[in-house]
């Protein structure tokens, strides 16, 4: 059996054409266009590529994108300080600070700084609060792991009840994708570096989610046939034979596990792209909550 393929571009494409026709819905209707402020703090390449790309497909949705650029040695205070300057400023409904920052600042005190309806990338530490509780409700959802779930939802997954391994604990990933299985009454196990007998895990998910950031670690007996299969890893791997001496790879051996699966993600093409769109969702919802309060106001 082959596993369905499932295209995170397709669903990804979609969405960026519903925000823009809601963009260009909130242009006519109130005269107002979302605005996602980025900051970018040292001259880390992958994060200047994150910047770069986010920005480039808020141009093409329509939302106005304000690039802010600190140097590696920028102390905290002037992060900060930068941080409450754009929580006030009303052209700015969306504030993404670029992560990993530099390791002599304090990343919680930097996000803590992010108004709660700012906070696109749904990292401020009370936004996560309330995703980690019963019957709380975040106002954002940070963006990959809403992605993991939209794309199982595609794929035509079975939620309730149905048992999930999500392979990683981190705070932007494995966490809060754990997190949202349990909102849908899946049966969650989380796995690490410490975890002994991870095959044997694993073959007992019906929804496995891979977010370690070790290339093509996921093999096809690990999976339980017919499972659906979501990586979000994305490794960049030496290869003499690819034009640019490289190329990526998921934490999946996709060719094997495909074999197995009910149901993938390719990667490149899966959660990747549903990243930025999910992103541009959120800086739309955040321009909506501000209409919202000074319509109220
Ligand atoms: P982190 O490095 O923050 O976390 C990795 C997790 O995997 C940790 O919990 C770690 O365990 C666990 N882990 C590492 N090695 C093993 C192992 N051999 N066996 C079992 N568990 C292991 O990574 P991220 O969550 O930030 O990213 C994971 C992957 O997802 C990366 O490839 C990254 O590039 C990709 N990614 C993709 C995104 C997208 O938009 N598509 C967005 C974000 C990430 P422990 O906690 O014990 O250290």
């Known amino acids: 059996m082959s596993a369905k393929i499932i295209d995170g571009e397709a669903v990804a494409s979609?969405?960026?054409?519903?925000?823009?026709?809601?963009?260009?819905?909130?242009?006519?209707?109130?005269?107002?266009?979302?605005?996602?402020?980025?900051?970018?703090?040292?001259?880390?390449p992958a994060s200047q590529q994150y910047v770069r790309?986010?920005?480039?497909?808020?141009?093409?949705?329509?939302?106005?994108?304000?690039?802010h650029t600190l140097v590696a040695e920028a102390s905290q205070e002037e992060v900060i300080s930068?941080?409450?300057?754009?929580?006030?400023?009303?052209?700015?409904?969306?504030?993404l600070?670029?992560?990993?920052?530099?390791?002599?600042?304090?990343?919680?005190?930097?996000?803590?700084?992010?108004?709660?309806?700012?906070?696109?990338?749904?990292f401020h530490p009370v936004n996560i609060g309330r995703l980690a509780m019963k019957n709380r409700k975040p106002l954002f959802i940070p963006c990959?792991?809403?992605?993991?779930?939209r794309l199982l939802e595609?794929?035509?997954?079975?939620?309730?009840?149905a048992e999930a391994v999500v392979l990683g604990r981190s705070n932007i990933v494995g966490m809060p994708v754990a997190m949202l299985l349990i909102h849908r009454n899946v049966t969650v196990t989380v796995c690490h570096s410490r975890t002994k007998d991870l095959p044997g895990v694993c073959r007992s998910a019906?929804?496995?989610?891979?977010?370690?950031?070790?290339?093509?670690?996921?093999?096809?007996?690990?999976?339980?046939?017919?499972?659906?299969?979501?990586?979000?890893?994305?490794?960049?791997?030496?290869?003499?034979?690819?034009?640019?001496?490289?190329?990526?790879?998921g934490d999946v051996d996709f060719d094997e596990v495909k074999e197995v699966a009910g149901?993938?993600?390719?990667?490149?093409?899966?959660?990747?792209?549903?990243?930025?769109?999910g992103l541009l969702q959120n800086t739309l919802r955040a321009a909506e909550l501000a209409i919202d309060k000074l319509s109220i106001s």
């Not at 979302?34 to 880390?44: F, H, I, Q, R, S």
């Not at 930068?82 to 504030?95: A, Y």
Request: charged share 25%; proline share 7%.
């Open 53 to 67: 790309m986010k920005q480039n497909r808020c141009k093409k949705v329509g939302i106005e994108s304000f690039g």
């Open 14 to 44: 979609r969405i960026r054409e519903q925000v823009k026709a809601a963009v260009e819905g909130m242009a006519q209707k109130h005269g107002i266009c979302p605005g996602l402020a980025t900051v970018l703090v040292g001259d880390n």
């Open 144 to 149: 990959t792991p809403a992605g993991v779930i």
């Open 154 to 161: 595609e794929a035509g997954a079975e939620f309730e009840g």
């Open 206 to 249: 019906d929804i496995l989610v891979a977010a370690v950031g070790r290339p093509q670690m996921v093999k096809a007996d690990w999976v339980k046939p017919g499972a659906f299969v979501i990586d979000v890893g994305s490794n960049r791997v030496e290869d003499s034979k690819a034009p640019k001496g490289y190329r990526w790879v």
């Open 82 to 95: 930068l941080v409450r300057q754009l929580g006030e400023d009303t052209k700015v409904h969306g504030i």
């Open 97 to 122: 600070v670029q992560l990993p920052l530099p390791g002599h600042m304090d990343e919680e005190a930097v996000l803590n700084t992010i108004p709660l309806h700012k906070d696109v990338d749904g």
């Open 263 to 277: 149901a993938i993600t390719p990667s490149p093409g899966g959660v990747g792209p549903m990243t930025i769109a």
